[in-house]
Nanobody, 126 residues
Framework: QLRLVESGGGSVHPGGSLRLSCVAHAFFLDGYAITWFRQAPGKEREAVICISSHDDDTYYADSVKGRFTISRDNAENLVYLQMNNLKPEDTGTYYC???????????????????WGQGTQVTVSS
């Protein structure tokens, strides 16, 4: 069954770090654009960061620039989201999504992705 599974969520203090993982089952992530979305309680889901399948170009929401990075590990068939200097406003459920289209600066945040994970919770509080 084709699916994505996220892991690595947890609770941290402001300024802390977490690394989320998104692993694919029954298909290879290499060749897919991968985007992490998040949804805070009572808010709409938003796109956070994307790694394109075209030369691994990356795109960021302004709110995470300089703090979050995304990378692939093709040998393990997964994508990482490294989150540093976490803030309370980063709290939410984080989802990874995969799309066969390469994605680019004009559409990476659009939610028409082929596959979605079930989400992992990130809580940042003091």
């Amino acid at each position: 069954q084709l699916r994505l599974v996220e892991s690595g969520g947890g609770s941290v203090h402001p300024g802390g770090s977490l690394r989320l993982s998104c692993v694919a089952h029954a298909f290879f992530l290499d060749g897919y654009a991968i985007t992490w979305f998040r949804q805070a309680p009572g808010k709409e889901r938003e796109a956070v960061i994307c790694i394109s399948s075209h030369d691994d170009d990356t795109y960021y929401a302004d709110s995470v620039k300089g703090r979050f990075t995304i990378s692939r590990d093709n040998a393990e068939n997964l994508v990482y989201l490294q989150m540093n200097n976490l803030k309370p406003e980063d709290t939410g459920t984080y989802y990874c999504a995969a799309d066969a289209l390469p994605r680019n600066p004009s559409d990476w945040w659009e939610e028409a992705y082929d596959y979605w994970g079930q989400g992992t919770q990130v809580t940042v509080s003091s």
